[in-house]
Nanobody, 124 residues
Framework: VQLEESGGGSVQSGGSLTLSCVFTGATHVKYWKAWFRQAPGKEREGVATLDIDGNSHYADSSKGRFTISYDSDKNTLNLQIDTLSPEDTAMYYC???????????????????WGRGTQVTVSS
């Protein structure tokens, strides 16, 4: 499967963005589908994921402002981010894992397929 993100950009603090990730190729396979982000000088961190049954799981720091969803008609994974702050500035990546279960659903090591990322920059 191939993943391609879009929707990033430069926004002011307090605004909202919706990131998208299109899945192409082996879309008939069931995947865990996740969003990660990596700020300059920091490790890549998990934001949210959907398990193979479509249930969402969020990092504690993401609860309340982030919403992950999947449009199966368009094979597109979305991440809505509300009330953006400069601390949300990062490269955002989508990822997929063709597994029934993940022991650490928000760990990058669990995911096999990655997009190239889309940059989000939030100014104060």
């Amino acid at each position: 499967v191939q993943l391609e993100e879009s929707g990033g950009g430069s926004v002011q603090s307090g605004g909202s963005l919706t990131l998208s990730c299109v899945f192409t190729g082996a879309t008939h396979v069931k995947y865990w589908k996740a969003w990660f982000r990596q700020a300059p000088g920091k490790e890549r961190e998990g934001v949210a994921t959907l398990d193979i049954d479509g249930n969402s799981h969020y990092a504690d720091s993401s609860k309340g402002r982030f919403t992950i969803s999947y449009d199966s008609d368009k094979n597109t994974l979305n991440l809505q981010i509300d009330t953006l702050s400069p601390e949300d500035t990062a490269m955002y990546y989508c990822a997929a894992a063709p597994k029934f279960w993940l022991t650490r659903p928000l760990s990058p090591e669990e995911y096999q397929f990655w997009g190239r990322g889309t940059q989000v920059t939030v100014s104060s």
